[in-house]
């Protein structure tokens, strides 16, 4: 069955960076756009980022942009989410989800998600 698995998160300063990954599995993975999206503490999900199937367009919401890269790895079947100059407002658990096609668009599966706190 599909399965995506987060991992990467932790506690890191402000100004500091973590990369997350996102193991799949259980679908052809070089066919499906992915994506992270992030829940802080007592508020609703916010979409982060997207990747095309074959990393040839990627997106970001305006308050990442410049900090963090989207990026995949299609023959580990890995995406990544590298995150630098974090700040306090990034804390949040991240998940990585499946789009139903090689484009961006609505997610059909989820992993558990990571947390990230940043925090001095």
């Known amino acids: 069955q599909v399965q995506v698995v987060e991992s990467g998160g932790g506690l890191v300063q402000p100004g500091g960076s973590l990369r997350l990954s996102c193991a799949a599995s259980?679908?052809?993975?070089?066919?499906?756009?992915m994506s992270w999206v992030r829940q802080a503490p007592g508020k609703g999900l916010e979409w982060v980022s997207d990747i095309h199937d074959d990393s040839s367009s990627t997106y970001y919401t305006d308050s990442v942009k410049g900090r963090f890269t989207i990026s995949r790895d299609n023959a580990k079947n890995t995406v990544y989410l590298q995150m630098n100059s974090l700040k306090a407002e990034d804390t949040a658990a991240y998940y990585c989800a499946k789009a139903r096609g090689s484009s961006p668009g609505v997610f059909d599966y989820w992993g558990q998600g990571t947390q990230v706190t940043v925090s001095s």
């Open positions: 259980g679908f052809t993975f070089s066919s499906f756009a």
